[in-house]
């Protein structure tokens, strides 16, 4: 028995009725309980050979752990071997047809997560060339059908999610249009970030030496030496720019004060680019935090300094060591990293080859220190002075597929946010153990419960009625919706509808979702079947990074007395997109029993055209919702799998027909059922289509599924402009089961 279920998107006047199957009884429905846990502690190591080749087959015997230096026991012992996935390589989506995908999909027990963060912001405009190669040869030879691959740069202009193989298109696409956005520094008062940083921080205007601010001769920073200048570096910085003309001898403590402005200016620049790094780190790293196993995070990038005032290290690599994600930081400047901002200066004059040599030094060796501490600190190595980019990054996706997961409970003593040392080794010589070195505690399951009080408590006031204006979606949801991972507590599937010309270009297009109401809270009860819905889809264009993006609550409310949520709700959004590749990134989260349904869907808009006929995306069905002194009209769903039998139902729009003078258009349609090796089974048509009032051309079409077998079918539609003599088809696969 079919009823209508009502969704109100809370706090609007939209209303929406869909026909979809109603409730069971709420007696019956699963209530979470929130019972006390004992925590563990999951540290993943990868264990290396002398020739850095990962080890497998150790036991938990083989490994000591350690925290503040006291010996730990392990609790608990799992070794991952992902090994060489399968020949029919990743499991395809559970029943998808067509466009349709599903998060119905098992797990590929090969695959792996992975993080390609590029730092454009400090890549020069001659290296993104070789990051380009390096992209390429990672997902030609690193990455394995059913990986994940989340690829962004830290000026966002660039963050997409990508499954293996059939996203390697997309990582390429997005790879080519990669551009170095740091410029090349010409003016004659340059200074380099490290002089920069150090004037700002050390030096006085009034000429006063390293020393006498405490600053020996050698400095250390994060376990590296570099040798200081022999000369007072604010002097050192005096005499070129009296040699380039930015100061005049005669007055040489104003040049003093001009220096530590002009070094407060680039270092206050240099700041910001590494805040800028440390967020989408730390965005990416919310994005995985929730996915089990270990994540590994490829950060390419020039470099930054090791700044303590900054503190990235601490606070992203706190973050990565939580969710047990290694960053590999791969320095892309290879084994001659030159200097394309001193060299442009220095062809203008001085710094002299001597100051020139010094001033890399001084860069490179501290930029390459906030590398690698950051990449330690996390369980992964700082790869630099090689030209084989791609071959490093290579090498860490064949590390991040063998490795252990060590779980240890916590020793008492400590709150939830001190911080915790680790120490993991084994008892095998010649091994080489990487692995987070750190922790801090936080009760995750007081943490989730009030996070579902809290939830539970807002679902129940938008369902009376109270929601007002739309609200932040919860943090699960944001995580969802930043990361291309499905989520499957509650299964959906979702397809995208393409429709006619919108104005600056853009085609109207719709994404619709199905949930599965079975796994959806009943907050109404017998007597009145509702429940509250959180509902966001985001939906990026691949060539420029354009977001459209929807957050809402979305109430359902059967409004009649009977038996339960049953089969599937439908749910659409509507989007005016550019042409070319989108992908759409759909969240569903009951906010009672806190479970999430998520998927990506990646689709092709056209180009809008200028004459000439185009069909849009066919609505097609299996149900119909009739009104009084309407016609019945058919129902919209996310799905191209009907069941044998029974009536399927139609519906699509012509667009770009020739209106006749005085007339409108004349368009005819026709459409072929066929199956396996192209025999038509049903034929309609062809039959002239009149505009609507709106001067629209829309066909529904109803053909009878009786008497087919289960299997795949494709439904070819045409459609002929008799006034202009054009012809345009479609061909949509479906299947009966």
Known sequence: ???????????????????????????????????????????????????????????????????????????????????????????????????????????????????????????????????????????????????????????????????????????????????????????????????????????????????????????????????????????????????????????????RTMIAQRAEQIDRARVNRTRDVAARVDRAVFALSAHRGRKALLLLTEGFLNDPDVDITRVVAGHCREANIAVYSLDVRGLEPGFAELSAASSAGAPNGAELSLMRQEQIEFQAAGNAALAEDTGGFALRDTNDLGGGAVRIAEESRVYYLLGIAPPPGKGPRDWRSLKVTTKRRGLTVRARKGYTLRNAAQVARADREKQAEAAARALAGGGGAAEAPPLEVSRALANGLDRDEIPIRA?????????????????????????????????????????????????????????????????????????????SREFDLRPGVNQARVVVRDEFLGRTGAVTLRFVVPEPESGGLRLSTPILTDRTLSRPGEASRPVLVARRTFGTGGTLYGQYEVFGATAGSGGGPRVETSYE???RGGTVLRRGGPDLVAADREGRVIETLR???????PGDYELGLRAADRLAGTTSERTEPLRLE
């Open 673 to 675: 059922l066929r199956g």
């Open 1 to 255: 028995m079919m009823r209508t279920l009502c969704l109100r998107a809370v706090g609007t006047s939209t209303i929406l009725a869909l026909a979809v199957p109603t409730l069971a009884p709420a007696q019956q429905r699963e209530v979470p309980t929130f019972g006390a846990e004992t925590q563990l502690v999951t540290v993943d190591a990868v264990v290396i050979d002398r020739d850095g080749n990962a080890v497998t087959g150790l036991t938990a015997g083989d490994f000591v752990v350690s925290e503040d230096g006291a010996p730990q026991e392990i609790a608990s012992f799992e070794a991952m071997d992902l090994g060489e996935p399968p020949a029919g390589g990743a499991p395809e989506a559970e029943a998808a047809v067509g466009s349709v995908v599903s998060n119905q999909r098992p797990a590929a027990g090969y695959a792996s997560s992975f993080i390609l963060l590029v730092d454009d912001m400090s890549l020069a405009a001659e290296r993104a060339a070789d990051v380009r190669r390096a992209i390429d040869r990672f997902v030609r030879d690193g990455l394995r059908g059913g990986d994940d691959l989340l690829f962004a740069t830290t000026s966002g202009d660039i963050w997409w999610n990508a499954r293996m193989p059939e996203g390697a298109e997309d990582v390429r696409a997005l790879a080519a249009r990669l551009r170095g956005r740091k410029l090349s520094e010409t003016t004659s008062d340059f200074m380099s970030e490290w002089e920069a940083y150090r004037v700002s921080r050390s030096e006085s205007p009034t000429g006063a030496s390293l020393e006498s601010f405490g600053i020996p001769v050698t400095t250390e920073q994060s376990g590296i030496a570099v040798a200081a200048p022999t000369t007072n570096l604010m002097e050192r910085i005096v005499t070129r720019w009296l040699e380039r003309g930015v100061c005049s001898p005669l007055a040489l403590s104003l040049c």
């Open 703 to 709: 053909l009878s599924l009786d008497g087919l077998p």
């Open 495 to 571: 397809m995208p509808f393409l429709f006619g010309p919108r104005p600056e270009g853009r085609v109207h297009a719709l994404v619709a979702l199905e949930a599965d109401l079975s796994r959806i809270a009943n907050l109404g009860g017998e007597d009145h079947p509702a429940t509250v819905l959180s509902l966001s889809v985001a939906v990026t264009h691949r060539d420029t990074g354009e977001v459209r993006r929807t957050d809402q609550k979305v109430k359902v409310d059967s409004g009649k007395r009977g038996p339960a949520f049953q089969g599937w709700l439908t749910i």
